[in-house]
């Protein structure tokens, strides 16, 4: 009676084990596929928005954007309103402007991509 009593509560065991690594693959799975998915916040009013940024650049890396974005690029804009603090320019952009400047800084800009990559970092955006 008891071996059997044990090999019901041994068969059990297992079947709880088995569901239990299901449950946690599962949940891994959920885990990586919100990860890999672009990260938008959604205000009170319940709509999306944008999260905004702030790129502190030196006069090397600004200038080389400025003359490598085209005139009619929002990220352009963004560059244009930048403002001067001593050496470092500010720039105020939202997070899809911030990727446009970093593909941008990645082929025509090398000094500019670790200041806009730690912005991005910082602000929980994956580069």
Not at 16 to 26: F, Q, T
Not at 54 to 70: G, I, M, R, V, W
């Amino acid at each position: 009676m008891l071996c059997r009593e044990s090999l019901e509560l041994c068969t059990t065991a297992k079947a709880m084990c088995l569901e239990s690594k299901e449950i946690c693959l599962e949940s891994k799975h959920a885990r990586e596929a919100s990860a890999a998915q672009p990260k938008t916040y959604a205000p009170l009013n319940g709509t999306l928005s944008r999260m905004k940024l702030k790129l502190f650049l030196d006069k090397d890396s600004y200038e080389c954007l400025l003359n490598h974005l085209p005139h009619q690029s929002p990220s352009r804009a963004a560059i244009n309103g930048a403002v001067l603090l001593g050496n470092t320019r500010i720039v105020d952009c939202d997070d899809v402007e911030a990727r446009d400047l970093l593909g941008k800084a990645r082929s025509e800009c090398p000094g500019a991509v670790r200041r806009i990559t730690e912005a991005m970092l910082s602000a929980g955006l994956t580069p």
